[in-house]
């Protein structure tokens, strides 16, 4: 991700191109983050179905264990039950201080990339985000940032936070277009 990341930013930075807005670019540098938003570390936490999944075989979560109605787990063994404010190597068990699956509406295992795009740009599914506070989630949370330090027997999500959140500025300074599949 990082060199042709990088490498596709410095199209936009080289010869004015970053001030138009074009379709093709704002798509391309998409692909491209979709690298992160298709990668296990994501795809585990916004699953198709009530269950989460988890290492980078996407396998159902064990011990079997559901959203519940908040995304917190069920009533009675909220998901911080095991996974607690960091996460606890020896037992290979990922945490986090907010650690709980993504709504609902925001399931991507088994989409399109293209329909993850409409998703993340629809304020109705994504938490009321406009496109300055999806870049600021996907930039900044720390949850999100999670990925790119999973702990002992997970694989990293690719690049950086930081790389990702230029590549989602870029798409959004393109016109935030998405792939058609």
Same mark, same amino acid.
């Given at each position: 991700?990082? &060199?042709?990341?990088?490498?596709?930013?410095?199209?936009?930075? &080289?010869?004015?191109? $970053?001030?138009?807005?074009?379709?093709?670019?704002?798509?391309?540098?998409?692909?491209?983050?979709?690298?992160?938003?298709?990668?296990?570390?994501?795809?585990?936490?916004?699953? &198709?179905?009530?269950?989460?999944?988890?290492?980078?075989?996407?396998?159902?979560?064990?011990?079997?264990?559901?959203?519940?109605?908040?995304?917190?787990?069920? $009533?009675?063994?909220?998901?911080?039950?095991?996974?607690?404010?960091?996460?606890?190597?020896?037992?290979?068990?990922?945490?986090?201080?907010?650690?709980?699956?993504?709504?609902?509406?925001? $399931?991507?295992?088994?989409?399109?990339?293209?329909?993850?795009?409409?998703?993340?740009?629809?304020?109705?599914?994504?938490?009321?985000?406009?496109?300055?506070?999806?870049?600021?989630?996907?930039?900044?949370?720390?949850?999100?940032?999670?990925?790119?330090?999973?702990?002992?027997?997970?694989?990293?999500?690719?690049?950086?936070?930081?790389?990702?959140?230029?590549?989602?500025?870029?798409?959004?300074?393109?016109?935030?277009?998405?792939?058609?599949?």
């Amino acid at each position: 991700m990082r &060199a042709l990341g990088l490498a596709l930013l410095a199209c936009l930075l &080289a010869g004015g191109a $970053a001030a138009q807005t074009d379709e093709a670019v704002a798509i391309a540098i998409f692909r491209e983050a979709g690298k992160v938003l298709q990668h296990p570390r994501c795809l585990n936490c916004h699953p &198709a179905t009530d269950r989460p999944t988890q290492t980078d075989t996407m396998r159902p979560h064990q011990p079997r264990i559901v959203r519940g109605e908040d995304g917190h787990g069920p $009533a009675g063994l909220p998901c911080s039950t095991c996974h607690h404010k960091a996460n606890f190597d020896p037992a290979r068990v990922p945490g986090h201080p907010e650690w709980h699956l993504a709504p609902r509406s925001m $399931a991507w295992q088994g989409k399109s990339l293209g329909a993850i795009c409409v998703q993340l740009k629809d304020k109705e599914r994504n938490g009321g985000r406009d496109l300055p506070g999806l870049l600021r989630h996907m930039s900044e949370d720390s949850l999100v940032g999670w990925a790119w330090a999973p702990g002992a027997g997970r694989t990293p999500a690719p690049g950086t936070q930081e790389e990702f959140g230029a590549l989602i500025r870029a798409w959004i300074d393109n016109g935030a277009h998405c792939p058609t599949e």
